[in-house]
């Protein structure tokens, strides 16, 4: 028996709800009556979506996590999953803290791996993952897609914006290994459980299918993935700076608090703002794993209860618009786009899990 | 948008049959009433498992065929697959025919592309595919896994033992390609079709269901899948030599015929036996994509009503018996391991798309 075939035992566990798990030919699996399944599959490349350093145990959390918050987008509840492996080598020292980071955020959710493939190569891995979701839409807005999962589309002019958790503090993280921020270890710390550990948002996802109209998880910044939704469902948003800058934690945790971070972190990257950076990261930071989603002004009371029931803080942050365009408004309304208009300080070179 | 959403786009296709396609955080499918879902996943990766300057109509046709192979194996009719794809670079100059032979293989099976993950990295195609069997066991031997798919494990002693359609061709195409043995040109087009295009058992996977006892694809070999039924279902066999040598059909179709072939192919790679290349390409070959499977003595007459059904040829090789291991006899069932001893002529280092 052959290295790999000894690495393909290491990830071989039982499969309690699978009908058949890793073994055969296939895998098989069963849906409830009047279930759907939902499908996502992700790719991550060595050097390109993280750095070939990286903490095996963490990575295997995360690998699986993003497939994970894919799922809660749509809010389904997670089933299984199969993982496919390059490895430039059959390395049981790295081989062992990744299955045991994979493994756990996958008993966690009760998400079971159910078969694979592994391979010599540079190192890649690529999961594709399954939950469900019932098939009746509990929505009676969106009749076009027979389903109850929570879609991009279906957001309407009118409906709040609210976003869950926290957001840039992955991407401050990432700056700040990359040398070009300096944060105080306990910040950086913090900031870098978000990049290397996300926690997917598996149970609000659940909790608000029936509530939210649209739903996307925010991978690549708020400001990316709250378009795809804007996109789907053919409209425009103001979102309020005063109600996204403090979403990043590190701000609000700085020592001496967000006017010092402004003044000492903002300006290390000679932003035109002292918020611009703040922004950067909040907008388009990505790696963060949150929720972005819509609802009705009549479910906020629901809303608020999924995020109670789910105990995952959601913040309320706009409103879905006609017109086309996302808006960048200040409490009253007013435009404040001008005031942020260059803060493209960061290289493309970074390496993100939803960089292609 | 950059090159790679243009890529996504390329890949963005009508889905009739999924409930959602490409275009959200997840696909969705739903599976009939009484259906389970067959999945399997593979990897390949260039250099290794195809030449890096594959034709790639015919790397989108065998990437697809390998995944349809396994579902084939299983009695599984396909219904969708996942593609993430890591491209050194956007070049759709390889992309176009890329796609355009992976998509005829799926249209010709009604296998929907439902989702997909693109990114820049060393080339690495990883697809999962889904398909479908009834969840009800047609077959009164299997009583462990409620499902009528076929499994590697089922099969009993006194079964007799299949393959369907030509074995060894693939791997004989590729010794051609590497330099090492010299083929007259028609026959190393008709192998080399094997190689690159091959035709995966879709139909008479199907058709087996509640007729074989047992089932795998040939895809690391006769000898090594065949040892995958024997390990599960806890037997041994006895395979006929003279049933399985015509089963290369470049052998068949030598100029001259077989004796020729042994002759002078055979001799060429200095065996030890003139035939022991030949049993080496179809006991050891791999890249096949045929089925092989066990039925009782009962089901020949089902066996052929499945082979004809599904216009596939089916050779019975041997018998599964209650003694461990896997036995080369003559038409007489005496041992004729001896004369085959010693045949181990190839390397690891050939592409092949189920070396790890």
Request: hydrophobic content about 45%; overall charge negative; glycine content about 10%.
């Amino acid at each position: 028996m052959g290295e790999f075939d000894l690495i393909r035992r290491f990830f071989t566990r039982p499969t309690p709800h699978a009908v058949l798990g890793v073994g055969d030919d296939c895998a098989l699996l069963q849906s409830a009556p009047g279930m759907q399944m939902a499908i996502s599959t992700d790719m991550l490349v060595g050097g390109r979506h993280f750095f070939a350093d990286t903490d095996p145990l963490a990575l295997g959390h995360k690998c699986l996590a993003v497939n994970l918050s894919d799922l809660a987008a749509c809010g389904a509840r997670p089933l299984a999953f199969t993982l496919a492996l390059a490895l430039p080598e059959a390395d049981e020292a790295w081989l062992a803290p990744f299955a045991q980071g994979l493994l756990a955020l996958a008993d966690a959710h009760g998400c079971e791996l159910i078969g694979g493939d592994t391979t010599r190569g540079p190192l890649n891995i690529c999961i594709t993952v399954f939950g469900e979701v019932p098939a009746q839409s509990h929505h009676a807005r969106r009749p076009l897609v027979p389903t109850s999962a929570l879609l991009r589309s279906g957001a309407q002019a009118g409906d709040d914006i609210y976003v869950s958790g926290t957001l840039g503090d992955a991407a401050l993280a990432l700056q700040a290994l990359l040398g070009r921020v300096a944060l105080p270890p306990e910040v950086l710390a913090q900031a870098r459980q978000r990049l290397e550990r996300p926690s997917p948002r598996v149970a609000l996802g659940q909790a608000l299918r029936g509530v939210a109209s649209a739903c996307a998880d925010v991978s690549d910044g708020l400001a990316g993935d709250l378009g795809h939704i804007l996109e789907r469902s053919g409209l425009g948003a103001e979102v309020e700076v005063d109600r996204v800058l403090p979403l990043l934690a590190a701000r609000r945790y700085y020592p001496g608090g967000e006017a010092q971070f402004d003044q000492q972190i903002g300006a290390t990257l000679k932003a035109q703002h002292p918020q611009a950076l703040a922004l950067q990261c909040v907008l388009a930071g990505g790696d963060d794993y949150e929720l972005v989603f819509s609802a009705a002004p009549a479910e906020r009371a629901a809303v608020q209860q999924a995020a109670a029931q789910s105990a995952t803080p959601v913040t309320r942050i706009g409103t879905m618009q006609a017109s086309p365009g996302l808006r960048l408004v200040d409490g009253l309304g007013r435009s404040v786009a001008p005031q942020f208009a260059s803060f493209d300080h960061f290289s493309a070179a970074q390496p993100s899990p939803h960089r292609p």
